[in-house]
């Protein structure tokens, strides 16, 4: 599992649902729903699914990254000529935006878990590393056992995990990414059209 999921996983997963050593309470919307393959097999391919789409928003973001670089360092170099300074000089403020959002599309979030150092996380997740590692062993087994050891209440986690994941690729890495490459296609037809009017005056 990527590190965004876990990011994701850590902020929001649980967010409905506290994950405790104890008893917990499922969802009445799973209260029904009987243990079956069919069901497990859509949660798998969703989540296959998702993980997915986060690897290509991951290469995608890079790619704006790499590409948004070469122009600012292309443009910084070629700025001292005063025939292109203008068209430049607007292309690489848009570039430095599209870099900027590009950044933001992959840039972990959230609050640090130090592992070993003071309480465990409250909301508790144990399919998240840096929680995990703030416990000891028994007491970490206890806690995903408490999630295992009802089928509702599994299946909760797992439909908590998919729809967090959705609302973190949406709202955050694609919602970045849109902008990212729009901001760097409206960069070069602005210094297009700036250059064009440095030669007309």
Not at 125 to 130: G, I, T, V
Not at 131 to 160: I, K
Request: charged fraction near 15%.
């Amino acid at each position: 599992m990527s590190e965004a999921i876990h990011e994701v996983v850590s902020e929001r997963v649980v967010s409905g649902a506290s994950v405790d050593a104890g008893p917990a309470v499922a969802h009445s919307g799973f209260a029904d729903v009987e243990p079956r393959r069919s069901v497990d097999v859509l949660l798998q391919v969703t989540m296959q699914d998702l993980v997915a789409l986060s690897g290509q928003a991951d290469l995608k973001a890079s790619i704006m990254i790499t590409a948004a670089s070469i122009v600012l360092s292309v443009s910084f170099a070629a700025i001292r000529y005063s025939s292109v300074r203008w068209g430049l000089g607007t292309l690489m403020v848009f570039a430095l935006v599209a870099l900027a959002m590009a950044i933001l599309a992959v840039l972990p979030r959230g609050t640090p878990t130090r592992p070993g150092v003071g309480m465990p996380a409250n909301p508790f997740n144990p399919l998240y590393f840096a929680h995990a590692a703030t416990v000891s062993p028994d007491e970490y087994v206890d806690r995903l056992g408490a999630l295992c050891a009802d089928n509702a209440l599994l299946y909760e986690g797992m439909s908590r995990q998919i729809h967090a994941l959705s609302v973190h690729l949406e709202t955050r890495k694609f919602r970045y990414l849109r902008r990212a490459y729009a901001c760097m296609l409206a960069g070069f037809v602005f210094a297009i059209a700036a250059q064009l009017i440095s030669f007309a005056v």
